[in-house]
Each structure stands twice: as structure tokens, then as C-alpha cells.
Nanobody
Framework: QVQLVESGGGLVQAGGSLRLSCVAS????????VAWFRQAPGAEREFVAG????????YYADSVKGRFTISRDNAKNTVNLQMNSLKPEDTAVYYC??????????????????????WGKGTLVTVSS
């Protein structure tokens, strides 16, 4: 069983930056594919960024490509999401999620919230205009 705890959310002005962190406990993080999803009010939860277990491959939604960077430190059981040039439409609750099948996103070619085995409780990011 893996427990995920997100931190780093808050209120920021458009154009600003935030760094989200996801810390895992209960099991070594290194064997999981990890992703960030987000859910805005009234919207479905959507994929934001993902990283394979080795950290060598990263994936991004088109809406955040070039602005967000996902990284991981398996020794610290941590995955980070650096968010730059934030926009009001980035406002959402951001969730960290882990897939116990570390190759599934690679084999599927996409990241699905239905494939994630573990979820954190989320951290709120609010971007003001």
C-alpha cells in the first residue's frame, strides 16, 4: 500500500510559479509510474504530466507543455511538478497518482486516471488574473 501526500499549492498571480511535491510512504516509489492530474470546478479530472519509474521519460498534456516540468527523486520517494508561467485556467486541485504497473502508460501510449492505483488527497492551486 502506498500513501501519497501532496504539498505546495497556493494562490499565485498569473505569470507566477509554484512547485508541487508528492511524497510517498508505505512502499518504495521507484517501481511506480507517477502522474499529476488536476480537476477544476465542474470539470473532469484530467492528466497533466507523468513520469516513468526510471525518470527517463516524461509526458505532458498539450496545455502545460513548455510551462510545467515533472521530475522525481526515487531516493527521497518524491515527485515534483514545477509550474511556470501559470494561467488562470491552471486553477484546480492537483492530485498525485501512482500506477503500480510501471510500463502501462508506455505500452498504452497515454495516461488514464482509471489506471492509477493510488491517489493523494490533492492540493489546491489558484491562479488569479
Amino acid at each position: 500500500q502506498v500513501q501519497l501526500v501532496e504539498s505546495g499549492g497556493g494562490l499565485v498571480q498569473a505569470g507566477g510559479s509554484l512547485r508541487l511535491s508528492c511524497v510517498a510512504s508505505g512502499h518504495p516509489f521507484s517501481g511506480y509510474a507517477v502522474a499529476w492530474f488536476r480537476q477544476a470546478p465542474g470539470a473532469e479530472r484530467e492528466f497533466v504530466a507523468g513520469i516513468m519509474w526510471s525518470g527517463g521519460s516524461t509526458y505532458y498534456a498539450d496545455s502545460v507543455k513548455g510551462r510545467f516540468t515533472i521530475s522525481r527523486d526515487n531516493a527521497k520517494n518524491t515527485v515534483n511538478l514545477q509550474m511556470n508561467s501559470l494561467k488562470p485556467e491552471d486553477t484546480a486541485v492537483y492530485y498525485c497518482a501512482a500506477d503500480a504497473n510501471p510500463l502501462r502508460p508506455l505500452l498504452r501510449g497515454y495516461w488514464s486516471r482509471d489506471d492509477m492505483d493510488y491517489w493523494g488527497k490533492g492540493t489546491l492551486v489558484t491562479v488569479s488574473s
